[in-house]
């Protein structure tokens, strides 16, 4: 019937039912071949497959002449087939031709061997069995196609008792120890793979098991002759199967598990023809009762069926290669994870073989749940999120198969939805997951995340009616996000079940915020829906990704690096709370009282402060939380954040992007009601520019223009920033200012010119004098008729920088007052230190005598001085530290002070730099980004300084001031007095203070003295070379995008070194050198003119 293509599935149901000799229901083989296989299919399974199976079993006593000899208990035997032979006993048991194995009289004669035939597959039960069967109709399709022409090995052992260690008295020591998250057992390649089996081979891969054992043998057919051949097995026994082939891809796992298509196994094939692929049976105890695994006895029967397995047949490479398992034993059958893993670890290490530990897809891996009703909290690793993520990336979360219900509260986690066809922002959602996994593959991160849930006692609701609150400081803002916003509590308008639709079709605010944050998926598996007086805190979530637009214009953008600094727990300073809004089918009904007063009671848990203690009442940044699909009115809800955030007693930053209507508006409302004193404001802040100018001014005891200071604050500063600044940060600067007395009981020593002193102060009183200068309080330094007292001493006071000039001016008063706004919200704790160093005479070398080697010479092109860590940075001075850094100077000295404000102290207590003097920075901090050079100089945001702190609490961080000749005709600097000053200064800043590697680390520099000095870039790079070769530290030459000077560097760098020059060579090129009547560069003289030519 088969050949003629007329046979149907009931056809084939009546044979099998003849062979069993009975009637039997097989719903799941009728169902698969004739509702779930499409038309081609069943009809290329009826009549070719089917007709291939029905000749194997039919060949049966051609293609193994001999019956298979059974592999009983206690034998040490093997049996060694060809596939071909497998498929045709695997075709009987498709027809369920082993009667003795299932339904006959005899049955009780093989009672201690596995059922071998297929009828439990074949009738009606979970839809798992259809996967699987699946799995065993693809195989037989497969060599339909093509019959495979290798061997499989089946392989029993038993070990004898007197091979057991003696464990409490064994010596040897543990082995290597490889684990992964990544991969499953069957991905290890090369390695004895554990098959977590029942003592009856197979388990209920026939029946209705769907574990790691059965799973395995559906997907490797092949192995399913074992259930004919081998016996129950015994504590010291397991069964080797060798050289079966995969057929089929999967997914999911137990209840979750399906059929996912074809599989071509390219494993490569040992010398007796089979595939390179080890399984080890094992099976472990059922624990009833869980505690019953805690006992001697229990934990020894254990180590014997382990080190049974592990036991290496032979030695040598072909044996004693490594062996990957996991969780033996602990899902269904109740082991402790913790104490299987221990077990199977000491059984490895006395059989002498490596240990590779795939705990993928662990059931009890799950975090715990943080259900309704809750106040608990869960913090975990961020490789832990990503493990947790990983596995939703494959789907082995069964939460869509939940039979018990336990999930229905909760969102699916598992990805499925989002790699189904959908709208197009699904793929950009999907490019901002993989992008998470794209970085955390380059380097995993080594963080925490805390997720939080709260709920509101009802005794803590506020009695909004009767409130005598105050309203909150407003600050609003139509240019950020809310993720724009640093140092806050971010709002998520969140839905219900946390996530939204971030893994289905959403793309608003809540789904966007998680597809660039991925680390915040880990909360749908935790968290089950929220009520009306609940919110979910998400604490370090670290974002990976940019993006633009908004729900359909949605897109991916490319990779974001997030620098947001650490708490003490190790987690990213990110916190976001998400709240979910009504939905308003019917818009009007959102202004009944009762869904007021629950968006106030959302709204107000979700802002409460979780600790009555500073550090925990920090801002809240929010928006149109609930307004966009869910169809709330923006503006009742502003008002109504509002209302909440002043109840919790915390400022609110109301960021309507690009919506200025709302933003003017909120704006009218907020100054309106608090003109009006319609609530009992705490802050009575009324300060204005124009007061802060008028006190400069009286400062200063005259008028002045300090156009760049006002244009700064009204018209770049937004109106959030402007009103911090006003009502905050100046308030901090008045009292540093106003406390220098208490701060400072000691005026700090001027470093005169010819000392060799320093100072060392705290952060804290460094503010304090800075605070000083924001307010030109030093009359000595600036416009006093006493100034020719102190014209030695750079101007100390801002006063400058306050006047019209270039815009750079403006950039560089950014800085300044972002450093401000920083130790505003924490002062820092350390110190630094101002050392002024005065060279002797005696102590310069005599250059042209010099016998020293050239010191190493490390050329980069990437990186700024700044960004080489670890070494003695070089900042290209002004004989006046600082330069014009308080004036209309910006370039590398003026820059590196902006960026780094605690330098500008130093312009307080030193004076003027003599030729032979240098002045050390130590510790100053970093609190600015910037990008641009000079006129294009930019101020570019936070930067939070990672460096670490020496041992007085300094940061690492060494600079030396070292100033460079001005040649206002370039030409005179080709001359050896020149030269020999330049020499001098570099020396003098290059020499190490001590001996050791605390003092002899490298320099990094650059074009010191070329650009507006005018220096020739070629003979200060060899200058300084000479320099720090004589100071006999290692030089690293920054020239930042400089690829023409490094690569000609490089080049006479390793001319030198081969040549063995040393510093008088170097000193005596440059004399020759300036003998040139038509001179080219000194690196081209250097390269024409042989070392051997100088003596």
């Not at 074949?122 to 196609?145: A, M, S, V, W």
């Not at 600050?475 to 809310?482: A, D, Q, V």
Request: hydrophobic share 35%; glycine share 6%.
């Amino acid at each position: 019937m088969c050949d003629t293509d007329t046979a149907t599935v009931e056809n084939l149901t009546e044979t099998i039912q003849n062979c069993i000799r009975h009637r039997c229901d097989m719903n799941s083989l009728e169902k698969l071949i004739n509702e779930i296989y499409s038309i081609d299919e069943r009809r290329h399974f009826m009549s070719t497959v089917l007709s291939n199976i029905c000749s194997l079993a039919l060949n049966v006593g051609l293609v193994c002449p001999q019956p298979l000899p059974l592999l009983r208990t206690g034998l040490n035997r093997s049996v060694t087939m060809s596939q071909k032979q497998v498929a045709s006993l695997l075709a009987c048991s498709f027809f369920c031709l082993f009667p003795n194995r299932s339904y006959s009289k005899h049955r009780n004669k093989f009672s201690s061997f596995p059922h071998a035939n297929f009828i439990s597959l074949y009738k009606t039960g979970h839809p798992k069995n259809i996967e699987k069967l699946k799995c065993i109709l693809h195989y037989f399709r497969r060599i339909t196609e093509e019959m495979p022409n290798g061997v499989i090995t089946i392989r029993r052992f038993s070990l004898p008792k007197q091979f057991l260690p003696l464990w409490h008295k064994s010596h040897t020591s543990l082995c290597d120890l490889h684990l992964t998250t990544s991969k499953k057992i069957e991905e290890v390649q090369n390695t004895l793979q554990a098959d977590f089996a029942n003592k009856y081979i197979g388990g209920g891969v026939l029946g209705s098991g769907c574990v790691q054992e059965e799973i395995r043998f559906s997907i490797c057919p092949e192995m399913l002759v074992s259930l004919l051949v081998c016996e129950v097995m015994e504590d010291n026994e397991c069964i080797f199967l060798i050289g079966c082939e995969q057929y089929s891809s999967y997914k999911g796992y137990a209840n979750s598990f399906q059929f996912d298509g074809d599989y071509r196994d390219p494993t490569p094939k040992d010398t007796w023809g089979r595939k390179w692929c080890h399984l080890v049976a094992m099976d472990a105890i059922y624990f009833r009762d869980p505690s019953k695994q805690y006992n001697m006895k229990a934990v020894d029967r254990e180590l014997i069926k382990a080190y049974t397995s592990f036991y290496p047949l032979g030695r040598g490479p072909n044996y004693e290669f490594g062996i990957t398992t996991g969780n033996w034993g602990c899902g269904a059958f109740n082991g402790d994870r913790y104490l299987k893993a221990i077990i199977q670890w000491m059984a490895a290490s006395e059989a002498k073989r490596p240990l590779i530990y795939a705990a993928y897809r662990n059931k009890n891996l799950t975090p715990p749940l943080l259900r309704q009703k809750s106040n608990h909290s869960l913090t975990m690793s961020q490789q832990q999120a990503a493990s947790l993520l990983a596995c939703s990336f494959f789907c082995l979360f069964p939460t869509i198969y939940d039979e018990e219900k336990q999930h229905e509260n909760f969102q699916e986690p598992n990805f499925h939805r989002l790699y189904q066809k959908g709208p197009s922002e699904n793929i950009e959602k999907l490019k901002c997951i993989l992008n998470y996994f794209r970085r955390i593959t380059e380097e995993m991160p080594s963080g925490i995340i805390t997720i939080q849930r709260y709920e509101l006692p009802k005794e803590s609701y506020p009695n909004w009616s009767n409130s005598k609150t105050g309203l909150s400081q407003l600050c609003l803002t139509k240019e950020k996000k809310i993720e724009d916003i640093k140092n806050v509590l971010q709002v998520d308008f969140a839905n219900k079940y946390i996530g939204g639709g971030v893994l289905g079709s959403g793309c608003v605010q809540e789904e966007i915020r998680f597809s660039i944050s991925p680390e915040m998926l880990v909360s749908l598996l935790v968290c089950e829906v929220m009520q009306d007086d609940e919110c979910i805190f998400l604490i370090g979530c670290e974002r990976y990704s940019l993006y633009t637009g908004y729900a359909n214009s949605f897109q991916f953008a490319g990779d974001y690096r997030d620098t947001t600094p650490k708490d003490n727990w190790g987690r990213k300073w990110c916190h976001l709370v998400a709240m979910d809004a009504i939905y308003f089918r019917v818009p009007s009904t959102q202004y009944q009282k009762e869904n007021v007063d629950r968006e106030l009671i959302k709204a107000y848990a979700s802002f409460r402060p979780l600790e009555k203690e500073s550090g925990f009442e920090f801002g809240i940044a929010t928006g149109n939380w609930g307004c966009g699909v869910f169809n709330g009115d923006k503006e009742l809800k502003a008002i109504i954040q509002l209302m909440a955030a002043s109840e919790a007693r915390r400022p609110l930053i109301y960021a309507a992007f690009n919506d200025e209507n709302l933003f003017y508006s909120f704006i009218k409302v907020y100054e309106y009601l608090k003109q009006h004193r319609a609530t009992n404001m705490c802050d009575t802040d009324t300060a204005t520019v124009e007061n802060l100018t008028e006190t400069i001014q009286n400062c200063i005891r005259h008028r002045c223009d300090m156009n760049s200071l006002e244009k700064l604050i009204n018209e770049i500063y937004s109106i959030d920033e402007r009103r911090h600044f006003m009502s905050t940060v100046l308030s901090n600067i008045c009292s540093l200012a106003l406390n220098v007395g208490l701060v400072c009981p000691q005026p700090p020593p001027l470093l005169r010119t010819g000392s060799n002193r320093s100072v060392t102060m705290s952060q804290k009183q460094v503010a304090s004098l800075l605070a000083c200068s924001f307010f030109c309080l030093f009359p000595n330094r600036s416009y006093s008729k006493h100034r020719n007292k102190f014209s030695s001493f750079p101007h100390a006071n801002f006063i400058s920088l306050y006047k019209t000039g270039h815009p750079k001016n403006i950039e560089k008063l950014k800085c300044i007052l972002h450093y401000f706004r920083r130790i505003t919200e924490e002062m820092p704790n350390g110190v630094i230190t101002i050392r002024r160093f005065s060279l002797p005479k005696q102590y310069l070398p005599l250059w042209h005598k010099s016998h020293t080697s050239l010191c190493d010479l490390h050329l980069t092109t990437s990186k700024k001085i700044e960004e080489v860590q670890n070494t003695l940075q070089a900042d290209f001075a002004n004989k006046y530290i600082g330069g014009g850094v308080l004036g209309s100077g910006c370039v590398q000295e003026e820059i590196r002070f902006s960026i780094c404000p605690e330098m500008l102290v130093s312009l307080l207590v030193c004076e003027v730099m003599e030729d032979n003097e240098c002045i050390f920075l130590i510790g100053c901090e970093q609190y600015s980004s910037y990008r641009g050079y000079a006129n294009s100089f930019q101020f570019d945001g936070d930067y939070r300084d990672t460096t670490l702190k020496d041992t007085w609490g300094r940061k690492w961080c060494h600079l030396v001031a070292m100033d460079a000749i001005y040649f206002r005709d370039p030409s005179k600097q080709y001359n050896m007095k020149a030269i020999d000053r330049e020499l001098i200064k570099a020396y003098t800043s290059f020499y190490p203070l001590g001996r050791g590697p605390n003092y002899e680390f490298g320099i990094a520099t650059g074009n010191w003295g070329c650009g507006a000095f005018n220096g020739d870039r070629y003979l200060k790079a060899i200058i300084q070379w000479m320099a720090a070769s004589e100071a006999k530290r290692p030089l690293i030459y920054a020239a930042y995008r400089n690829k023409n000077l490094v690569n000609s560097f490089n080049v006479v760098y390793e001319y030198l070194k081969d040549q063995k020059a040393t510093v008088a060579d170097l000193y005596q090129y440059i004399q020759r050198y300036l003998t040139q009547v038509e001179r080219g560069t000194l690196f081209e003289y250097i390269l024409n003119t042989p070392v051997s030519f100088l003596k």
